[in-house]
């Protein structure tokens, strides 16, 4: 939390123009609940910084995933048993059937809804629904084979990693930061290192390195617009 991010009325106001700020505001904000699902709403993935009590709230969960199906992932453990919230997460998102629970993986029109809207979801289907006929159907629309489908976790994860580690060129800092050019090279690499063991990692650093380097920022902007 910033100084700037202490005032509720700044807070708000710049939450509400980049949602990912909610990192920096007070607890009390994270709970205000019409600032979250406005948040939510455009970036589901922020549903990770709202207080334990809203992500349990049915309502900021179905928004967030609307907007983003993994979001599930910071909702309470029991949306990933509800087959409302789970639905809409892999019709957003079909690689969002990895948090379901083990029984709505096992669910035939669940997986069916997440392979047709992503070939990958087909590997966190159950095993026993790998040989269903709809559902290689619908992976086969995708153009994608099931040996294709079901390549491990730690290829996708290098995919994803050189994605934003490797294109990035002279400036040698992961793409969310290319914008920032005060942003530290240790930063960088810890994030890089980070990012091969936890993904989320990589978020946490993002927020660390907004939380030190905005303040002034914020400030500057908030000007800009009175």
């Given at each position: 939390?910033?100084?700037?991010?202490?005032?509720?009325?700044?807070?708000?106001?710049?939450?509400?123009?980049?949602?990912?700020?909610?990192?920096?505001?007070?607890?009390?904000?994270?709970?205000?609940?019409?600032?979250?699902?406005?948040?939510?709403?455009?970036?589901?993935?922020?549903?990770?910084?709202?207080?334990?009590?809203?992500?349990?709230?049915?309502?900021?969960?179905?928004?967030?995933?609307?907007?983003?199906?993994?979001?599930?992932?910071?909702?309470?453990l029991d949306f990933r048993g509800d087959r409302e919230v789970v639905l809409a997460a892999v019709q957003q998102n079909g690689d969002a059937l990895r948090y379901a629970s083990q029984i709505?993986?096992?669910?035939?029109?669940?997986?069916?809804?997440?392979?047709?809207?992503?070939?990958?979801?087909?590997?966190?289907?159950?095993?026993?629904?790998?040989?269903?006929?709809?559902?290689?159907?619908?992976?086969?629309?995708?153009?994608?084979?099931?040996?294709?489908?079901?390549?491990?976790?730690?290829?996708?994860?290098?995919?994803?990693?050189?994605?934003?580690?490797?294109?990035?060129?002279?400036?040698?800092?992961?793409?969310?930061?290319?914008?920032?050019?005060?942003?530290?090279?240790?930063?960088?690499?810890?994030?890089?290192?980070?990012?091969?063991?936890?993904?989320?990692?990589?978020?946490?650093?993002?927020?660390?390195?907004?939380?030190?380097?905005?303040?002034?920022?914020?400030?500057?902007?908030?000007?800009?617009?009175?």
């Amino acid at each position: 939390e910033t100084k700037a991010m202490r005032d509720p009325d700044v807070a708000t106001h710049m939450v509400r123009r980049d949602g990912s700020l909610i990192a920096l505001v007070s607890d009390r904000l994270k709970d205000d609940r019409p600032l979250i699902w406005e948040t939510v709403e455009r970036e589901g993935d922020m549903l990770e910084r709202a207080s334990d009590r809203l992500k349990q709230d049915p309502e900021i969960v179905m928004e967030a995933v609307k907007s983003n199906g993994e979001a599930i992932r910071w909702a309470a453990l029991d949306f990933r048993g509800d087959r409302e919230v789970v639905l809409a997460a892999v019709q957003q998102n079909g690689d969002a059937l990895r948090y379901a629970s083990q029984i709505l993986r096992a669910d035939h029109d669940m997986a069916l809804a997440a392979v047709e809207q992503r070939a990958t979801a087909f590997r966190y289907a159950s095993q026993a629904l790998r040989d269903d006929p709809d559902i290689l159907r619908a992976l086969a629309a995708h153009g994608t084979s099931p040996e294709e489908a079901l390549r491990t976790e730690e290829e996708s994860l290098e995919s994803q990693e050189e994605r934003l580690w490797g294109d990035v060129g002279a400036t040698r800092r992961p793409l969310h930061f290319v914008q920032d050019p005060d942003l530290p090279q240790h930063l960088w690499e810890e994030g890089k290192e980070a990012f091969k063991t936890d993904s989320r990692a990589l978020t946490n650093l993002q927020r660390e390195a907004l939380a030190r380097a905005l303040d002034a920022q914020i400030r500057a902007k908030v000007a800009e617009v009175n």
